[in-house]
């Protein structure tokens, strides 16, 4: 479970929202979408923060919590005298208020934990294709950077081998000792990424990280590969040893290896086991059958049956919704007629209705466009524009027919 109140934030009035395992908001540019995903971000990080340090003293710190998050997250001005943040899941429940800008913390369950990698893709990725020596450009400790060390270092990991870029003539590769990215057309054509299309520097950067981040960053030859810093050992000791006192005053006439059971809760509340991704608008610069292409391969991404990860995507595109909603669909009428419903949308693609958060926000609110009784997101949500253009197109067509 987790729940997030945001109040006076932005354009954001009023938002009370239960995060599923797969999340679309939608809405008008300048609504609100991508404040959401990012306060529900920045509130994931300080959750993660805080079990690590097994204390949140450094958030009760004045000013600090909102200091991180107008920062990282680039929402400076954002606040006002009303402002407020409240966030819980099974583990805990904090709440930020602007007026004395305090910061309150309760304990709920503190060995329910499991730690996620949390990434955040935002709608500027193509910097690392669009600036030639995008790694000496020197920015702020924000998400932009973030995700460029993120790219750095899922890049290196899939280095001499072509990545296959969904259903286009194109595959991505990266040459290590030269460090260049390059774009292979047609299977013989390689150009500089910097000059690829922009709808390619857009997706590329999103599938490669997508990638890294549900598979490649869990499988073993990676996880041997990395090396535990002095921070991470620091932080290793101070949660067993926390969790041994914990375990040790829950003990009473249970029979359980303390030892055992304290280094299962450190591994997983130490080391990443799944990831949760916020991404703002995927279909950036995207024709729609490539959307749809991408949209499946977000899900298949998601859908790792070895992982529990997670997704929180910001939208204009109704095609995006519309993808979904066929795989909804897909899951729905799967239960009864799976062979002949696979033959049309594989398995790997189906979502469960009761994993999905669909919302459309409007005027600093917002709204579920889930229809519980169809299992379905509502059609006349999903594209707006096109009954709009077919009202002119009919009033126009009745001008011209009109005695």
């Not at 529990?308 to 795989?327: A, G, M, R």
Request: proline letters at 3%; aromatic letters at 10%; a neutral charge.
């Amino acid at each position: 479970m987790k729940h997030l109140t945001i109040r006076k934030i932005g354009p954001i009035e009023e938002v009370s929202i239960e995060l599923k395992r797969i999340n679309v908001l939608i809405g008008l540019q300048s609504s609100g979408k991508s404040t959401i995903s990012k306060i529900a971000c920045h509130c994931a990080w300080v959750e993660k923060e805080i079990v690590a340090a097994q204390s949140p003293d450094y958030f009760t710190k004045k000013g600090s919590f909102k200091s991180i998050l107008t920062t990282f997250h680039k929402l400076e001005g954002y606040f006002d005298e009303d402002s407020s943040i409240e966030y819980e899941t099974d583990v805990m429940k904090f709440s930020f208020i602007q007026k004395d800008e305090s910061f309150h913390f309760e304990w709920k369950d503190r060995l329910a934990y499991i730690r996620p990698k949390l990434i955040y893709i935002p709608a500027e990725r193509n910097i690392v294709a669009s600036i030639p020596n995008w790694f000496e450009v020197k920015l702020e400790e924000n998400n932009i950077r973030s995700f460029m060390s993120d790219w750095e270092e899922a890049r290196k990991y899939y280095a001499g081998e072509p990545m296959k870029i969904l259903n286009l003539k194109a595959k991505y590769l990266f040459d290590k000792p030269d460090s260049k990215d390059s774009v292979i057309v047609n299977e013989k054509n390689a150009i500089d990424f910097t000059n690829a299309s922009s709808g390619l520097q857009s997706l590329i950067p999103l599938l490669v990280i997508i990638e890294f981040v549900t598979k490649g960053m869990y499988e073993g030859m990676y996880e041997e590969k990395e090396k535990i810093s002095i921070k991470d050992k620091t932080i290793n000791r101070k949660l067993s040893a926390t969790i041994h006192d914990l375990l040790e005053s829950e003990k009473g006439n249970k029979n359980f290896d303390i030892k055992k059971v304290n280094a299962q809760l450190v591994e997983k509340m130490s080391k990443p086991n799944f990831s949760i991704i916020f991404l703002e608008e995927p279909e950036e610069n995207l024709y729609p059958v490539t959307q749809h292409d991408l949209m499946n391969s977000l899900i298949e991404a998601v859908n790792n049956t070895e992982k529990c990860h997670s997704i929180v995507l910001t939208t204009h595109s109704p095609y995006i919704l519309t993808s979904l909603n066929n795989l909804l669909y897909a899951a729905e009428i799967g239960k009864q007629k799976k062979d002949k419903v696979s033959k049309i949308i594989p398995q790997k693609y189906w979502v469960d209705f009761d994993e999905v958060g669909a919302w459309f926000v409007k005027n600093g609110k917002i709204t579920s466009i889930l229809d519980e009784k169809e299992k379905q997101i509502r059609a006349e949500k999903i594209d707006d524009l096109s009954h709009q253009l077919n009202k002119e197109f009919d009033k126009l067509m009745n001008l011209r027919y009109e005695v």
